[in-house]
T-cell receptor, first 113, second 116 residues
Framework: AQSVTQLGSHVSVSEGALVLLRCNYS??????LFWYVQYPNQGLQLLLK??????LVKGINGFEAEFKKSETSFHLTKPSAHMSDAAEYFC???????????FGPGTRLSVLP | NAGVTQTPKFRILKIGQSMTLQCTQD?????MYWYRQDPGMGLKLIYY???????DKGEVPNGYNVSRSTTEDFPLRLELAAPSQTSVYFC???????????????FGEGSWLTVV
Protein backbone atom coordinates (compact mmCIF):
# COMPACT_ATOMS: atom_id res chain seq x y z
CA ALA A 1 0.00 0.00 0.00
CA GLN A 2 1.10 3.51 -0.69
CA SER A 3 1.32 6.28 1.87
CA VAL A 4 2.65 9.80 2.10
CA THR A 5 3.90 11.71 5.11
CA GLN A 6 4.62 15.41 5.23
CA LEU A 7 6.75 16.60 8.13
CA GLY A 8 5.31 19.77 9.61
CA SER A 9 1.69 20.75 9.22
CA HIS A 10 2.69 24.42 9.28
CA VAL A 11 5.91 26.02 8.07
CA SER A 12 6.73 29.72 8.38
CA VAL A 13 9.51 31.45 6.46
CA SER A 14 10.51 35.04 5.94
CA GLU A 15 10.13 36.60 2.54
CA GLY A 16 13.29 35.91 0.55
CA ALA A 17 14.25 32.88 2.65
CA LEU A 18 14.60 29.30 1.46
CA VAL A 19 11.42 27.22 1.37
CA LEU A 20 11.76 23.52 2.23
CA LEU A 21 8.68 21.34 2.50
CA ARG A 22 9.29 17.69 3.30
CA CYS A 23 7.61 14.66 1.78
CA ASN A 24 8.34 10.99 2.33
CA TYR A 25 6.50 8.17 0.66
CA SER A 26 6.14 4.46 0.89
CA UNK A 27 5.43 2.39 -2.16
CA UNK A 28 6.13 -1.19 -3.08
CA UNK A 29 6.83 -0.26 -6.68
CA UNK A 30 8.54 2.70 -8.33
CA UNK A 31 6.19 5.58 -7.75
CA UNK A 32 4.98 8.63 -9.55
CA LEU A 33 5.23 11.63 -7.22
CA PHE A 34 3.51 14.99 -7.27
CA TRP A 35 3.31 18.28 -5.48
CA TYR A 36 0.05 20.22 -5.58
CA VAL A 37 -0.67 23.70 -4.24
CA GLN A 38 -3.98 24.95 -2.90
CA TYR A 39 -4.67 28.65 -2.49
CA PRO A 40 -7.46 29.70 -0.10
CA ASN A 41 -10.91 28.65 -1.23
CA GLN A 42 -9.62 27.09 -4.42
CA GLY A 43 -8.99 23.63 -5.81
CA LEU A 44 -5.60 21.98 -6.07
CA GLN A 45 -3.19 22.88 -8.86
CA LEU A 46 -0.25 20.81 -10.05
CA LEU A 47 3.14 22.33 -9.13
CA LEU A 48 5.36 19.57 -10.48
CA LYS A 49 5.58 15.82 -10.93
CA UNK A 50 8.20 13.09 -11.06
CA UNK A 51 7.58 10.35 -13.60
CA UNK A 52 10.90 8.44 -13.62
CA UNK A 53 12.80 10.78 -15.90
CA UNK A 54 15.16 13.32 -14.29
CA UNK A 55 15.33 13.06 -10.52
CA LEU A 56 15.40 16.85 -10.13
CA VAL A 57 12.08 18.20 -11.28
CA LYS A 58 11.37 21.85 -11.93
CA GLY A 59 7.86 23.17 -11.59
CA ILE A 60 5.95 26.39 -11.80
CA ASN A 61 6.61 29.53 -9.74
CA GLY A 62 10.29 28.66 -9.15
CA PHE A 63 9.64 25.47 -7.18
CA GLU A 64 11.61 22.29 -7.65
CA ALA A 65 11.77 18.87 -6.02
CA GLU A 66 14.30 16.08 -5.97
CA PHE A 67 13.42 12.41 -5.98
CA LYS A 68 15.75 10.44 -3.69
CA LYS A 69 14.99 6.76 -3.87
CA SER A 70 17.42 5.83 -1.07
CA GLU A 71 15.64 8.21 1.29
CA THR A 72 12.12 7.63 -0.16
CA SER A 73 11.79 11.39 -0.24
CA PHE A 74 10.51 14.05 -2.61
CA HIS A 75 11.12 17.34 -0.81
CA LEU A 76 9.92 20.60 -2.33
CA THR A 77 12.20 23.64 -2.36
CA LYS A 78 12.27 27.22 -3.54
CA PRO A 79 15.37 29.39 -3.10
CA SER A 80 13.55 32.60 -2.22
CA ALA A 81 10.04 32.76 -0.78
CA HIS A 82 7.53 35.29 -2.02
CA MET A 83 4.42 36.47 -0.23
CA SER A 84 2.31 34.92 -2.99
CA ASP A 85 3.69 31.46 -2.08
CA ALA A 86 1.55 31.36 1.06
CA ALA A 87 -0.76 28.39 0.51
CA GLU A 88 -1.31 24.74 1.43
CA TYR A 89 0.98 22.24 -0.26
CA PHE A 90 0.17 18.59 -0.79
CA CYS A 91 2.51 15.78 -1.75
CA UNK A 92 0.92 12.83 -3.57
CA UNK A 93 1.95 9.41 -4.86
CA UNK A 94 0.55 7.16 -7.53
CA UNK A 95 1.88 3.67 -8.05
CA UNK A 96 3.11 2.22 -11.26
CA UNK A 97 -0.19 0.54 -12.04
CA UNK A 98 -1.99 3.80 -12.59
CA UNK A 99 -4.35 3.42 -9.69
CA UNK A 100 -5.47 6.04 -7.22
CA UNK A 101 -3.54 9.05 -6.08
CA UNK A 102 -2.74 9.08 -2.37
CA PHE A 103 -2.29 12.50 -0.79
CA GLY A 104 -0.34 13.56 2.24
CA PRO A 105 -2.00 15.61 5.00
CA GLY A 106 -0.66 18.87 3.63
CA THR A 107 1.70 21.58 4.86
CA ARG A 108 0.53 25.14 5.27
CA LEU A 109 3.20 27.61 4.24
CA SER A 110 3.16 31.09 5.74
CA VAL A 111 5.48 33.79 4.39
CA LEU A 112 6.32 36.59 6.80
CA PRO A 113 7.24 40.08 5.60
CA ASN B 1 -11.25 25.62 -21.16
CA ALA B 2 -13.63 24.26 -18.50
CA GLY B 3 -11.73 21.22 -17.13
CA VAL B 4 -13.55 19.83 -14.09
CA THR B 5 -16.73 21.66 -13.09
CA GLN B 6 -18.60 20.96 -9.89
CA THR B 7 -21.80 22.46 -8.50
CA PRO B 8 -22.99 23.85 -6.19
CA LYS B 9 -20.11 25.81 -4.70
CA PHE B 10 -21.83 26.35 -1.37
CA ARG B 11 -24.73 24.55 0.27
CA ILE B 12 -26.28 24.34 3.71
CA LEU B 13 -28.22 21.19 4.49
CA LYS B 14 -30.34 20.21 7.43
CA ILE B 15 -29.69 16.91 9.19
CA GLY B 16 -31.47 14.11 7.37
CA GLN B 17 -31.78 15.91 4.04
CA SER B 18 -30.33 14.51 0.84
CA MET B 19 -28.54 16.21 -2.00
CA THR B 20 -26.40 15.56 -5.04
CA LEU B 21 -23.11 17.22 -5.85
CA GLN B 22 -22.70 17.43 -9.58
CA CYS B 23 -19.38 16.95 -11.38
CA THR B 24 -18.58 17.03 -15.05
CA GLN B 25 -15.32 17.03 -16.99
CA ASP B 26 -14.65 17.82 -20.62
CA UNK B 27 -11.19 16.26 -20.96
CA UNK B 28 -12.41 12.76 -21.88
CA UNK B 29 -10.72 11.35 -18.78
CA UNK B 30 -11.73 7.83 -17.88
CA UNK B 31 -10.82 8.13 -14.18
CA MET B 32 -12.90 10.32 -11.89
CA TYR B 33 -12.73 10.80 -8.13
CA TRP B 34 -14.52 12.38 -5.21
CA TYR B 35 -12.47 13.58 -2.26
CA ARG B 36 -13.41 15.31 0.95
CA GLN B 37 -11.07 17.71 2.69
CA ASP B 38 -11.24 18.37 6.42
CA PRO B 39 -8.91 20.80 8.21
CA GLY B 40 -5.52 19.22 8.92
CA MET B 41 -6.62 15.89 7.46
CA GLY B 42 -5.63 16.28 3.84
CA LEU B 43 -7.74 14.68 1.15
CA LYS B 44 -9.69 11.51 1.76
CA LEU B 45 -10.96 9.51 -1.20
CA ILE B 46 -14.71 8.83 -1.02
CA TYR B 47 -15.41 7.02 -4.30
CA TYR B 48 -13.73 6.68 -7.65
CA UNK B 49 -14.57 5.44 -11.11
CA UNK B 50 -12.33 3.98 -13.78
CA UNK B 51 -14.89 4.37 -16.56
CA UNK B 52 -18.57 4.65 -17.36
CA UNK B 53 -20.58 2.07 -15.45
CA UNK B 54 -17.72 1.25 -13.04
CA UNK B 55 -17.40 2.68 -9.55
CA ASP B 56 -15.59 1.63 -6.41
CA LYS B 57 -15.29 2.67 -2.80
CA GLY B 58 -12.43 4.74 -1.53
CA GLU B 59 -11.28 5.32 2.00
CA VAL B 60 -14.43 6.97 3.43
CA PRO B 61 -17.51 5.88 1.42
CA ASN B 62 -20.08 5.57 4.22
CA GLY B 63 -23.03 7.92 3.79
CA TYR B 64 -22.36 8.54 0.10
CA ASN B 65 -23.32 7.04 -3.23
CA VAL B 66 -22.10 7.62 -6.77
CA SER B 67 -22.99 6.68 -10.31
CA ARG B 68 -21.16 6.97 -13.62
CA SER B 69 -23.53 6.70 -16.53
CA THR B 70 -21.34 8.73 -18.90
CA THR B 71 -17.63 9.46 -19.24
CA GLU B 72 -18.23 13.12 -18.46
CA ASP B 73 -20.39 13.01 -15.34
CA PHE B 74 -19.77 11.64 -11.85
CA PRO B 75 -22.38 12.86 -9.34
CA LEU B 76 -21.99 12.29 -5.60
CA ARG B 77 -25.14 11.73 -3.57
CA LEU B 78 -25.43 12.34 0.15
CA GLU B 79 -28.25 10.41 1.73
CA LEU B 80 -29.52 11.42 5.18
CA ALA B 81 -26.99 14.18 5.74
CA ALA B 82 -25.17 14.21 9.08
CA PRO B 83 -23.02 16.92 10.72
CA SER B 84 -19.96 14.68 10.17
CA GLN B 85 -20.41 15.28 6.45
CA THR B 86 -19.69 18.98 6.84
CA SER B 87 -16.63 19.34 4.65
CA VAL B 88 -15.21 20.62 1.40
CA TYR B 89 -15.74 18.21 -1.46
CA PHE B 90 -13.52 18.02 -4.52
CA CYS B 91 -14.22 16.23 -7.74
CA UNK B 92 -11.20 15.30 -9.86
CA UNK B 93 -10.31 13.44 -13.01
CA UNK B 94 -7.31 11.85 -14.69
CA UNK B 95 -6.39 9.49 -17.46
CA UNK B 96 -5.54 5.92 -16.71
CA UNK B 97 -2.13 6.30 -18.26
CA UNK B 98 0.93 6.54 -16.07
CA UNK B 99 3.31 8.11 -18.52
CA UNK B 100 3.96 11.56 -19.83
CA UNK B 101 1.39 14.31 -19.67
CA UNK B 102 -1.42 11.91 -18.90
CA UNK B 103 -0.30 11.21 -15.37
CA UNK B 104 -1.89 14.21 -13.69
CA UNK B 105 -5.04 14.61 -11.63
CA UNK B 106 -7.14 17.69 -12.27
CA PHE B 107 -9.38 19.17 -9.61
CA GLY B 108 -12.58 21.13 -9.58
CA GLU B 109 -12.93 24.29 -7.53
CA GLY B 110 -14.59 22.58 -4.59
CA SER B 111 -18.02 22.47 -2.95
CA TRP B 112 -18.41 23.76 0.60
CA LEU B 113 -21.11 21.79 2.40
CA THR B 114 -22.42 22.52 5.89
CA VAL B 115 -24.86 20.20 7.63
CA VAL B 116 -26.76 21.80 10.52
Amino acid sequence: AQSVTQLGSHVSVSEGALVLLRCNYSSSVPPYLFWYVQYPNQGLQLLLKYTSAATLVKGINGFEAEFKKSETSFHLTKPSAHMSDAAEYFCAVRNNYGQNFVFGPGTRLSVLP
Amino acid sequence: NAGVTQTPKFRILKIGQSMTLQCTQDMNHNYMYWYRQDPGMGLKLIYYSVGAGITDKGEVPNGYNVSRSTTEDFPLRLELAAPSQTSVYFCASSTSGTGGEGNTIYFGEGSWLTVV
